[in-house]
């Protein structure tokens, strides 16, 4: 396989991080990232793969690529916020939701004039000097999409059918290559179903639910189902330390929250930073979840692992601290063809961080999906499908 | 994906689980099998597929394929073996190396006139309703591979190049799909890469090294190490009880013979039943293996997991008992992009067996290269590769 050329769509936590670890990977090229403000873009490497488009001797994209340290230097700690956000201490929109409905539109309707600050905090990616200041950053990244072999979606999704719909103006435009997205909800999917003909026509390859859960841990699950020919329980439990990442992933925090009892995608999308902080006071800084509503159910089940009920997902959450609060592991209960009930298990090491264990394998599943692209194997898979579909 | 319709190549232990392990699973239809002295073959399932070529309303293939029940009754502790085996408690080669250099030529060269029983202990296929006896059982299965979707492998390779040969034949037939391995060796990997071309040109899509280890641990293996950007070890451990499965592995234990110290696959090739049974007498019953020429290695190298020279395989073997010896147990020490060193775990439940834990991934890994046969991946591939390709 060739280089892969790799956008970046959102560059919080999990964006960052993706275009961290892919300096660590063979064969990966990031040349475009966007935030709510700004794109950043190698348009020279994207021409000169438009110019050497069917020359299997082209020029390789490694010659090029963004200047990922810069970038990443530029981001630290400064994620570009809406205007809602820089004018208030009580945004109506949480910082990292230009992703949702209201915060796109923000984004993407050109109606805001005022909303981006070139440098400094809440600047974002317009404060790197590969950095363009625009009002379409997601319009941006798909003009120039035809050199671009894998976009990964690492924008929150407080709004269920946002990342669908970003997956359809990608297909408005004619995208052919690969879009990867980190999502939790299992209602999404059905969504992206709902417009798997359109993604086909244009010659998409979708893949959902790659990050750790689901992602990681699902394809760990379908793979230890191998040994049963019934699968009767399929269960996941995670445990994140997340002290020195907490700045970085508040909307990962914040979409966590909304499952907890009590709690719902609009309530935690309503509640202020205070409110959260007061919440996460309340539980000594550690949050335990119980039959969360993650797309490894549907995910297992669309693999033919399982039923989506059989599949329960937990974990704990210790904003507190780095060390894990619990050891993840994959418990997989079946019967094997010769009668026999038995439970195999995958185990992360605790010193393994929920970064490395979403980043890794959303790059792997973006890579194994870029062959699946050029076989002309298009549609919406799950990452427990991308596994060897047993 | 439409059913799938399987041959199996040889009904030692490993063919006859696949086909018993395959009623299980959902879209798989056993439609041919043979070993030294016949072959079953569904000519009706394979006919109506070939008139409806091209049609996808076609005839199901689930509404035929074998009988496997009536097949499993009839070789169950019947396994078909050669003339050499008939005619003397000391056989030149052992019993079920119709698949070795010799064996083979026996089998397919026309020499033999006197091979075939057609009842009774070592009567095989045959003796089954639907066997019919033959001179060249896998020349007459490649007669009928059109309508065939993939091929398992099941022989034992004593000859390293055996394997290799027989993925030739189907080849030389132009045969356009998939064909599985279970193979253990290393080596073995070359010989088929140097066949890329030839099996390319056909159409095939060859998986190799898809049982156990390699196969399911290796897959195991490059899934636990998405957590890392560098991978340092790969510890593959493994344990088995074969206590009421060893008279249907004996060319399984005799493949392990030839790992431990001091033995190799021509001594172990060699050695009569009896000095086996004395091997095994002296070590109480239980072999223990340590750095064993499994192809893991080669296979994780593939898929760019890590060096081959990182991995290790070993493991305890007890022919007295189905309890295992010890919990089969992957392990992947690797470092993270954020710095830390961890080691990620996968471990099969002691009940699992042996037998469960090759046949389930062995039609995995088929089913997910039909998949790349009909996308037009051809080549060859190991069972690493086939996983998401991280």
Same mark, same amino acid.
């Given at each position: 396989?060739?280089?892969?050329?790799?956008?970046?769509?959102?560059? +919080?936590?999990?964006?960052?991080?993706?275009?961290?670890?892919?300096?660590?990977?063979?064969?990966?090229?990031?040349?475009?990232?966007?935030?709510?403000?700004?794109?950043?873009?190698?348009?020279?490497?994207?021409?000169?793969?438009?110019?050497?488009?069917?020359?299997?001797?082209?020029?390789?994209?490694?010659?090029?690529?963004?200047?990922?340290?810069?970038?990443?230097?530029?981001?630290?700690?400064?994620?570009?916020?809406?205007?809602?956000?820089?004018?208030?201490?009580?945004?109506?929109?949480?910082?990292?939701?230009?992703?949702?409905?209201? +915060?796109?539109?923000?984004?993407?309707?050109?109606?805001?004039?005022? =909303?981006?600050?070139?440098?400094?905090?809440?600047? =974002?990616?317009?404060?790197?000097?590969?950095?363009?200041?625009?009002?379409?950053?997601?319009?941006?990244?798909?003009?120039?999409?035809?050199?671009?072999?894998?976009?990964?979606?690492?924008?929150?999704?407080?709004?269920?059918?946002?990342?669908?719909?970003?997956?359809?103006?990608?297909?408005?435009?004619?995208?052919?290559?690969?879009?990867?997205?980190?999502?939790?909800?299992?209602?999404?999917?059905?969504?992206?179903? !709902?417009?798997?003909?359109?993604?086909?026509?244009?010659?998409?390859?979708?893949?959902?639910?790659?990050?750790?859960?689901?992602?990681?841990?699902?394809?760990?699950?379908?793979?230890?189902?191998?040994?049963?020919?019934?699968?009767?329980?399929?269960?996941?439990?995670?445990?994140?330390?997340?002290?020195?990442?907490?700045?970085?992933?508040?909307?990962?925090?914040?979409?966590?929250?909304?499952?907890?009892? +009590?709690?719902?995608?609009?309530?935690?999308?309503?509640?202020?930073?205070?409110?959260?902080?007061?919440?996460? !006071?309340?539980?000594?800084?550690?949050?335990?979840?119980?039959?969360?509503?993650?797309?490894?159910?549907?995910?297992?089940?669309?693999?033919?692992?399982?039923?989506?009920?059989?599949?329960?997902?937990? =974990?704990?959450?210790?904003?507190?601290?780095?060390?894990?609060?619990?050891?993840?592991?994959?418990?997989?209960?079946?019967?094997?063809?010769?009668?026999?009930?038995?439970?195999?298990?995958?185990?992360?090491?605790?010193?393994?961080?929920?970064?490395?264990?979403?980043?890794?394998?959303?790059?792997?599943?973006?890579?194994?999906?870029?062959?699946?692209?050029?076989?002309?194997?298009?549609?919406?898979?799950?990452?427990?499908?991308?596994?060897?579909?047993?």
């Amino acid at each position: 396989m060739d280089d892969v050329t790799f956008a970046v769509l959102g560059t +919080g936590g999990i964006g960052r991080r993706t275009l961290d670890v892919a300096q660590h990977k063979e064969g990966l090229t990031a040349v475009a990232a966007c935030d709510r403000n700004g794109v950043a873009i190698d348009r020279d490497v994207l021409e000169s793969r438009r110019d050497s488009s069917g020359s299997s001797g082209a020029r390789s994209a490694s010659d090029g690529g963004l200047d990922v340290a810069e970038l990443l230097d530029a981001t630290e700690g400064n994620i570009a916020s809406g205007p809602e956000e820089a004018s208030g201490s009580t945004p109506a929109t949480p910082t990292d939701d230009y992703a949702s409905d209201g +915060g796109a539109a923000a984004v993407e309707g050109g109606g805001v004039s005022d =909303g981006v600050k070139q440098a400094g905090e809440d600047a =974002g990616i317009v404060a790197s000097a590969q950095g363009e200041p625009t009002d379409s950053p997601i319009d941006d990244v798909i003009a120039e999409s035809d050199g671009i072999d894998a976009v990964l979606i690492a924008l929150p999704n407080l709004e269920h059918d946002f990342i669908p719909r970003v997956a359809e103006r990608f297909a408005d435009a004619d995208y052919e290559g690969v879009l990867v997205d980190v999502l939790k909800r299992s209602r999404v999917i059905g969504m992206l179903d !709902d417009r798997e003909e359109t993604l086909e026509k244009s010659g998409i390859t979708f893949v959902c639910g790659a990050g750790a859960t689901p992602g990681f841990l699902t394809g760990a699950a379908a793979l230890a189902a191998q040994s049963f020919v019934e699968v009767e329980e399929v269960e996941i439990w995670w445990g994140v330390g997340l002290k020195s990442g907490y700045e970085d992933n508040r909307g990962t925090v914040r979409e966590d929250i909304a499952h907890l009892d +009590g709690y719902d995608i609009e309530t935690a999308r309503e509640m202020s930073e205070t409110e959260i902080e007061a919440l996460i !006071d309340e539980h000594d800084g550690r949050l335990e979840f119980h039959d969360m509503e993650h797309a490894d159910d549907v995910l297992l089940e669309r693999a033919g692992v399982c039923d989506a009920e059989d599949v329960t997902v937990g =974990g704990v959450l210790d904003v507190r601290q780095d060390e894990k609060p619990t050891t993840t592991t994959v418990s997989v209960t079946g019967t094997t063809f010769d009668g026999e009930r038995g439970t195999n298990t995958f185990q992360l090491d605790d010193a393994t961080s929920m970064e490395a264990n979403v980043n890794g394998p959303a790059l792997g599943y973006l890579k194994a999906a870029v062959r699946r692209n050029e076989a002309g194997d298009y549609g919406v898979y799950g990452a427990a499908e991308i596994m060897p579909g047993f």
